[in-house]
T-cell receptor, first 115, second 112 residues
């Protein structure tokens, strides 16, 4: 595709519900990254994928967060039993390959509001 | 643990002025440093990427420099325009490949 796309663009959910956020990277990009941007805060690194593999999951805030990537393309970030503090903008980025330290291209983000 | 600081947090300048945004990081073992801009309600747009072996990068009115030994980068914007108004973020990729640490950003307002 022309750029990184994310869906949904906005999500309002009730506390305790599960949500799934989707990221579709730029075609041919093997590296994919998830970040979280809370109101008034900087970007917080969550996880990255090289292909379908996620070597470092230490950035995930809790065990309620999980991410997967299949087929080396689309990735989903799942938040189980959402809490109000999960409200944030979740940003996805992709780059050619992690090891080449290429420019990261960001999607527009998913704005999550947990009531 | 890598920490990235951006100063100032906010900056307001009249149109046409040249300005410098600052970024400092605590761990000099970086792979690269990237400058982004973020418009309200939007994602991030990459402006410049400086590899750790480079000293600077230029794109149009933008010039970014990197001094790894002192843990500093600057983004120079020449002849600022109202369209430059945005939040500017710097990010470093550390030795842990793929893991980026972002500063909190500098919010720039360029007044016509």
């Amino acid at each position: 595709g022309a750029g990184v796309s994310q869906s949904p663009s906005n999500k309002v959910t009730e506390k305790g519900k599960d949500v799934e956020l989707r990221c579709d990277p730029i075609s041919g990009h093997t590296a994919l990254y998830w970040y979280r941007q809370s109101l008034g805060q900087g970007l917080e690194f969550l996880i990255y994928f090289q292909g379908n593999s996620a070597p470092d999951k230490s950035g995930l805030p809790s065990d309620r967060f999980s991410a997967e990537r299949t087929g080396g393309s689309v990735s989903t970030l799942t938040i189980q039993r959402t809490q109000q503090e999960d409200s944030a903008v979740y940003l996805c980025a992709s780059s050619l390959e992690v090891w080449r330290q290429e420019t990261q291209y960001f999607g527009p983000g998913t704005r999550l509001l947990v009531l | 643990k890598q920490e990235v600081t951006q100063i100032p947090a906010a900056l307001s300048v009249p149109e046409g002025e040249n300005l410098v945004l600052n970024c400092s990081f605590t761990d000099s073992a970086i792979y690269n440093l990237q400058w982004f801009r973020q418009d309200p309600g939007k994602g991030l747009t990459s402006l410049l990427l400086i590899q750790s072996s480079q000293r600077e990068q230029t794109s149009g009115r933008l010039n970014a420099s990197l001094d790894k030994s002192s843990g500093r980068s600057t983004l120079y914007i020449a002849a600022s325009q109202p369209g430059d108004s945005a939040t500017y973020l710097c990010a470093v990729i550390t030795s842990n490949a793929g893991k980026s640490t972002f500063g909190d950003g500098t919010t720039l307002t360029v007044k016509p």
